[in-house]
């Protein structure tokens, strides 16, 4: 924890220090501030991030005040749509009430509604460069603040682009190398920032990132308490590349490797001061410099300070909760026991938000169909390799490291490969290398400059095709883009299988998969593993629309490899010896629900006989009755007609999806707001409007709690972090959302977007995923947990996890239980409470 967080602690100034050891604390400075970001994942592995992940160790204000005061961050709703809230009724006297029977150092009802229409000023500490900036505004040119940001970006544009430049750099050096030697050749920069002798103090830069850190900090003459704080500062305002850097490592650490990208920036950032410095020796630098000094001996007082002033925020922010709170508790009050039959099919959900309304709406077509949620990677930590590629991707959760192979091989039938599949595979694996060779010829020739006015003329016709897709897009259905490069005719026998287990280890897997989807009794004849995935045409972020549980991909490749190795005779025969008896008249089937259309695909139905394809045609058409209501609900926010013919509905949405133009083929999870680990028969029927991760469990087959702390673990900290990526995005659009999707440009491939041609990388969610033009689709509210589960058994995970302790105590989520006739309770201040609803 940092100890300049201490609102009461005074700011002492020991005793000196051998060089040894100011350098040891100097280090212990650096990693801290690093520690305090987020990793972003690239756009071709998008996942939801909670941007203050790594500050959960704090209270939801202070991390606030935090980077309010350091980086003018905002953390909490804005006033403005809090007033809005409460002056339409969103917000309810009573909500207010509520809330401040929990917070009651937030003052009377009152001064609360009063705060509303006040400003909310917070205090900021200056950085070195702007208080050495003669001109902060930038009236005659960038404020220096600006100007470094968007040199910082470009370098690392350059540096860590390894897949869109042609020419690539030398990096042998590192990042602060690359950064000194781009400086050096750059004799623009010091105009840009009028700074005609930047030469010469360039001379005094350090040539190593340890250096660097070193020299930057002696120089500034800061109190000891204040370096973290301070380092902390200068990373956000690069903090796009920050959290890019910061992926970097979590991936390293991961695969047992460190990474010194994260450090390195940091050290170019800072040398950016300190060269400022030395390129200025006046009465004026000098009198900047010492107020600086002073302003960073206040910090402890001005954070406390900041956090006494978002008192009132939070407050209301609990209130908005409060709200949507009671609404929910209501309408799972008033679910009724149905009782059920043997089901004729069952179908695993992921557990995303979207899934929601269509397990609704095929119960209610088809209630011998019985629906449950997993997590959207099914269990199988999977790296994806496809056919003819070295490219090696994750199927699971960020928060994980792959552990078992996927591959794409050729399969004509059900059984093992025999040597025709094997001279198959082999003369598909060379047509899709031909086709690959052939893409690439096509893209350099597009791409040189001493070919391109030849390439327009000769192949400028070419593009009639796409032109007039682009003008008039079509109604063609989701196209896999594991597709790519690969003949037509070798594409449906193409499938992805586990590699590199044997009998045993698959076993093994089956068994945990099924008993943490509770389906390892009362197998249905026919279960389908349902992932999803999205469609969207010219999306940079198209793959945040697909499975967050999977890094970015679709739950395609999950489903199939499940669903193939559950139908192994002899996985089954194993599982027998595990007290997991499937029937011999149950078969496994994957299938893929388009979330922007709504369609539902199952994949490799030519493996099975007619009897399995007679069971999938009757679950199909449940599956088309339960989509078009979906359709018809999801409609009006879209801005299409719910009346229109099904046809006609399905058309429109699908030209929304081929629309290279279209801001908005989805919603996305716009509007979750609530997790509930439960059995099905908990919220069955309930109307949840697509708002609420479901996550069966059945704590009466639980009784170690293994399961329990499995899923406090995991999924609810995957709905965690998407919960907070869209409060963050909505809260603080500039600078944790993307900005203005029509202005994205992709930066090396698929490390991010700049917002135009420079500045921060941008992260989280683009302006038109959260605002449909009129007003906010999303409303910023924490995630409220809502497990079925002994309270004992609750407090045993809360206990044994930190991570799980912080969420709670600190205020990042809202857990609640079932308490039978009692309703509710809420877990506050390490105990229960009983939920008025």
């Given at each position: 924890?940092?100890?300049?967080?201490?609102p009461?602690?005074?700011?002492?100034?020991?005793?000196?220090?051998?060089?040894?050891e100011?350098d040891?604390?100097?280090?212990?400075?650096?990693a801290?501030?690093c520690?305090?970001?987020?990793?972003?994942?690239?756009?071709?592995?998008?996942?939801a991030?909670?941007?203050?992940?790594?500050?959960?160790?704090?209270?939801?204000?202070?991390?606030?005040?935090?980077l309010?005061?350091?980086?003018?961050?905002?953390?909490?709703?804005?006033?403005?749509?809090?007033r809005?809230?409460?002056?339409s009724?969103?917000?309810?006297?009573?909500?207010?009430?509520?809330?401040?029977?929990a917070?009651?150092?937030a003052g009377?009802a009152a001064?609360?509604?009063?705060?509303?229409?006040a400003?909310?000023?917070?205090?900021?500490?200056?950085?070195?460069?702007?208080?050495?900036?003669?001109?902060?505004?930038?009236?005659?040119?960038?404020?220096?603040?600006?100007?470094?940001?968007?040199?910082?970006?470009q370098?690392?544009?350059?540096?860590?682009?390894?897949?869109?430049a042609d020419?690539?750099?030398?990096?042998?050096?590192?990042?602060?190398?690359f950064?000194?030697?781009?400086?050096?050749?750059?004799?623009?920069?010091?105009?840009?920032?009028g700074?005609?002798?930047?030469?010469?103090?360039?001379?005094?830069?350090?040539a190593?990132?340890?250096?660097?850190?070193?020299?930057?900090?002696?120089?500034?003459?800061?109190?000891?308490?204040?370096?973290?704080?301070?380092?902390?500062?200068?990373?956000?305002?690069?903090?796009?590349?920050a959290?890019?850097?910061a992926?970097?490592?979590?991936?390293?650490?991961?695969?047992?490797r460190?990474d010194?990208?994260?450090?390195?920036?940091?050290?170019?950032?800072?040398?950016?001061?300190a060269?400022?410095?030395?390129?200025?020796d006046?009465?004026?630098?000098?009198?900047?410099?010492?107020?600086?000094?002073?302003q960073?001996?206040?910090?402890p007082a001005?954070?406390?300070?900041a956090?006494?002033?978002?008192?009132?925020?939070?407050?209301?922010?609990?209130?908005?909760?409060?709200?949507?709170q009671r609404?929910?508790?209501?309408?799972?009050?008033?679910?009724?026991?149905?009782?059920?039959?043997?089901?004729e099919?069952?179908?695993v959900?992921c557990?995303?938000?979207?899934?929601?309304?269509?397990?609704?709406a095929?119960?209610?077509?088809?209630?011998?169909?019985?629906?449950?949620?997993?997590?959207?990677?099914?269990?199988?930590?999977?790296?994806y390799?496809?056919?003819a590629?070295g490219?090696?991707r994750?199927?699971?959760?960020?928060?994980?490291?792959?552990?078992?192979?996927?591959?794409e091989?050729?399969?004509?039938?059900a059984?093992d490969?025999?040597?025709?599949?094997e001279?198959?595979?082999?003369?598909?694996?060379?047509?899709?290398?031909?086709?690959?060779?052939?893409?690439?010829?096509?893209d350099?020739?597009?791409?040189?400059?001493?070919?391109?006015f030849?390439?327009?003329?000769?192949?400028?016709?070419?593009?009639?095709?796409p032109?007039?897709?682009w003008?008039?897009?079509?109604?063609?259905?989701?196209r896999?883009?594991?597709?790519?490069?690969?003949?037509?005719?070798y594409?449906?026998?193409?499938?992805?299988?586990?590699?590199?287990?044997?009998?045993?280890?698959?076993?093994?897997?089956?068994?945990?998969v099924?008993?943490?989807?509770?389906l390892?009794?009362?197998?249905?004849?026919?279960v389908v593993?349902?992932?999803?995935?999205?469609q969207?045409?010219?999306?940079?972020?198209?793959?945040a629309?697909?499975?967050g549980?999977?890094?970015?991909?679709?739950?395609?490749?999950?489903?199939?490899?499940?669903a193939?190795?559950?139908?192994?005779?002899a996985?089954?025969?194993?599982?027998?010896?595990?007290?997991?008896?499937?029937?011999?008249?149950?078969?496994?089937?994957?299938?893929?629900h388009?979330?922007?259309?709504?369609?539902?695909?199952?994949?490799?139905?030519?493996?099975?006989?007619?009897?399995?394809?007679?069971?999938?045609?009757r679950?199909?058409?449940?599956?088309?009755?339960?989509?078009?209501?979906?359709?018809?609900?999801?409609?009006?926010?879209?801005g299409?007609?719910?009346?229109?013919?099904?046809?006609?509905?399905?058309?429109d949405?699908?030209?929304?999806?081929n629309?290279?133009?279209?801001?908005?083929?989805e919603?996305?999870?716009?509007?979750?707001?609530?997790?509930?680990v439960?059995?099905?028969?908990r919220?069955?029927?309930?109307?949840?409007?697509?708002?609420?991760?479901?996550?069966d469990?059945?704590?009466a087959?639980?009784?170690?709690?293994r399961?329990?702390e499995?899923l406090?673990?995991?999924p609810m900290?995957?709905?965690?972090?998407?919960?907070?990526?869209?409060?963050?995005?909505t809260?603080?659009?500039?600078?944790l959302?993307?900005?203005?999707?029509?202005?994205?440009?992709?930066?090396?491939?698929?490390?991010?977007?700049?917002?135009?041609?420079?500045?921060?990388?941008?992260?989280?969610?683009?302006?038109?995923s959260?605002?449909?033009?009129?007003?906010?689709?999303?409303?910023?509210?924490?995630?409220?947990?809502?497990v079925?589960?002994?309270a004992?058994?609750?407090?045993?995970?809360?206990?044994?996890?930190?991570?799980?302790?912080?969420?709670?105590?600190?205020?990042?989520?809202?857990?609640?239980?079932f308490a039978?006739?009692a309703?509710?309770?809420?877990?506050?201040?390490?105990?229960?409470e009983?939920v008025?609803?």
């Open positions: 924890m940092d100890t300049v967080l201490a009461s602690a005074p700011v002492s100034h020991p005793a000196p220090h051998s060089p040894a100011i040891r604390r100097i280090e212990q400075a650096c801290q501030a520690a305090t970001i987020a990793p972003a994942w690239p756009l071709d592995r998008a996942i991030v909670n941007p203050h992940w790594q500050r959960i160790g704090q209270r939801l204000r202070t991390v606030a005040a935090r309010a005061v350091l980086g003018g961050v905002a953390v909490l709703p804005p006033r403005d749509r809090l809005e809230a409460w002056r009724g969103r917000i309810t006297p009573a909500d207010l009430a509520q809330a401040l029977a917070m009651p150092d009377d001064a609360a509604v009063a705060a509303l229409d400003p909310l000023s917070l205090p900021r500490l200056p950085l070195l460069i702007d208080v050495l900036d003669d001109d902060p505004h930038g009236r005659r040119r960038l404020s220096w603040r600006q100007a470094i940001t968007h040199q910082v970006s370098v690392c544009a350059a540096y860590f682009d390894t897949r869109l020419w690539q750099p030398e990096r042998r050096g590192g990042l602060y190398a950064w000194l030697d781009t400086l050096t050749h750059d004799h623009g920069i010091g105009a840009l920032m700074l005609p002798g930047i030469a010469r103090g360039m001379a005094a830069l350090p190593t990132r340890q250096d660097a850190e070193r020299w930057v900090l002696r120089r500034l003459g800061l109190p000891e308490e204040a370096w973290p704080a301070y380092l902390e500062a200068v990373l956000l305002t690069v903090h796009g590349w959290s890019c850097c992926y970097f490592g979590w991936q390293a650490r991961l695969e047992g460190d010194e990208h994260l450090r390195e920036l940091l050290a170019v950032r800072l040398a950016w001061g060269l400022l410095l030395e390129c200025r006046d009465a004026a630098t000098r009198r900047a410099f010492a107020a600086l000094q002073v960073w001996e206040q910090a001005l954070l406390h300070q956090e006494q002033a978002l008192c009132v925020d939070e407050l209301w922010q609990h209130a908005l909760e409060i709200g949507y609404e929910l508790a209501q309408r799972l009050l008033g679910v009724a026991p149905t009782p059920r039959s043997a089901p099919a069952q179908a959900f557990i995303d938000v979207r899934s929601e309304p269509l397990r609704r095929l119960e209610a077509a088809s209630p011998g169909v019985q629906t449950f949620g997993f997590a959207g990677f099914f269990g199988l930590p999977l790296a390799t496809p056919l590629t490219a090696r994750p199927q699971l959760p960020g928060l994980l490291a792959p552990g078992v192979e996927a591959v091989r050729i399969a004509a039938d059984a490969f025999g040597p025709a599949g001279a198959l595979q082999a003369d598909a694996r060379r047509a899709r290398q031909d086709g690959f060779a052939r893409l690439a010829q096509w350099a020739a597009s791409r040189w400059p001493g070919a391109a030849s390439f327009v003329e000769a192949a400028g016709a070419a593009y009639l095709g032109l007039t897709r003008l008039r897009p079509g109604t063609a259905a989701r896999s883009a594991d597709a790519e490069g690969l003949p037509a005719r594409r449906p026998l193409c499938r992805p299988v586990l590699a590199g287990l044997d009998r045993d280890e698959k076993v093994e897997l089956a068994a945990r099924l008993r943490a989807m509770g390892q009794r009362g197998l249905a004849p026919l593993f349902v992932g999803h995935g999205s969207s045409a010219n999306n940079a972020q198209a793959a629309l697909d499975c549980a999977c890094c970015g991909q679709s739950g395609e490749v999950n489903a199939r490899v499940l193939r190795l559950l139908n192994e005779p996985v089954r025969e194993g599982l027998r010896g595990h007290g997991i008896d499937v029937p011999a008249r149950t078969v496994f089937v994957a299938a893929l388009n979330t922007t259309t709504d369609e539902v695909t199952a994949f490799d139905l030519d493996l099975h006989g007619a009897p399995v394809h007679e069971r999938w045609a679950l199909q058409d449940a599956f088309d009755l339960a989509a078009d209501r979906v359709r018809r609900e999801r409609a009006p926010a879209l299409l007609d719910p009346r229109a013919a099904q046809a006609w509905l399905l058309e949405l699908r030209r929304r999806a629309d290279g133009a279209q801001t908005r083929p919603w996305g999870l716009a509007g979750n707001a609530a997790f509930v439960a059995p099905r028969a919220s069955l029927g309930a109307v949840l409007d697509g708002r609420v991760f479901l996550h469990y059945d704590p087959t639980d009784a170690d709690g399961q329990l499995q406090m673990t995991a900290l995957v709905a965690h972090w998407i919960n907070w990526q869209y409060h963050a995005s809260c603080e659009p500039a600078r959302g993307s900005g203005n999707k029509l202005l994205h440009n992709v930066v090396g491939g698929t490390l991010g977007v700049f917002e135009g041609n420079g500045g921060d990388l941008r992260i989280g969610l683009s302006r038109q959260l605002h449909d033009g009129r007003r906010w689709v999303h409303e910023p509210l924490r995630l409220t947990v809502i079925d589960a002994p004992a058994a609750i407090e045993r995970v809360i206990a044994q996890h930190a991570t799980v302790h912080q969420l709670v105590e600190h205020g990042w989520l809202h857990l609640w239980r039978g006739d309703g509710f309770e809420r877990y506050r201040g390490g105990g229960w009983t008025a609803c």
